[in-house]
């Protein structure tokens, strides 16, 4: 149910939903002791993780391995004013598994940029939170 204002704090089924709507979404994490965010494209893996897949050589990489970072997506609606976001709240990893990383190469997500040596770097879903707002077309 809706406030008066149009916001409306989304469950976690209802965030992950949502976030399986989209392709791209952005990393946020630390650079060099300051705030960085990186868009990239992503996947929902089965246990509700975001995946992405880049270089090994990366600056994500060795910046994020080991470390709690934030992912966001969203969708809004300039027209209508409306729209939501979602934060997925992880540790994330880089997948060494062998096993897991040829799972991955099978079904996991694509890398929009040309790699030869793409790793996937998971980011738990353990904490997940969202909002969506319903605006009014026209308002100010």
């Known amino acids: 149910m ?3 204002d149009g916001f409306r704090v989304l469950d976690r089924q209802e965030c992950l939903r949502l976030l399986a709507r989209v392709p791209v979404g952005r990393v946020v994490y630390t650079r060099q002791a300051l705030p960085a965010v990186l868009p990239v494209n992503f996947h929902l893996d089965t246990d509700a993780s975001v995946l992405t897949c880049t270089s090994s050589a990366s ?14 997506a969203d969708e809004f609606d300039a027209a209508t004013r409306s ?3 979602v934060v997925v709240t992880g540790l994330a990893t880089v997948v060494t ?11 996991g997500p694509r890398s929009w940029m040309p ?17 969506e707002l319903k605006g009014t ?4």
């Open 115 to 131: 790699l030869r040596d793409g790793v996937f770097v998971r980011i738990d879903s353990e904490m997940v939170t969202g909002r």
């Open 59 to 72: 600056d994500l990489v060795r910046a994020v391995d080991g470390t709690v970072i934030a992912f966001e």
């Open 83 to 85: 729209g939501w976001s």
């Open 97 to 107: 598994d062998p096993a897991e990383h040829e799972r991955l190469t099978q079904t």
């Open 2 to 4: 809706f406030q008066t």
């Open 137 to 140: 077309p026209g308002a100010r």
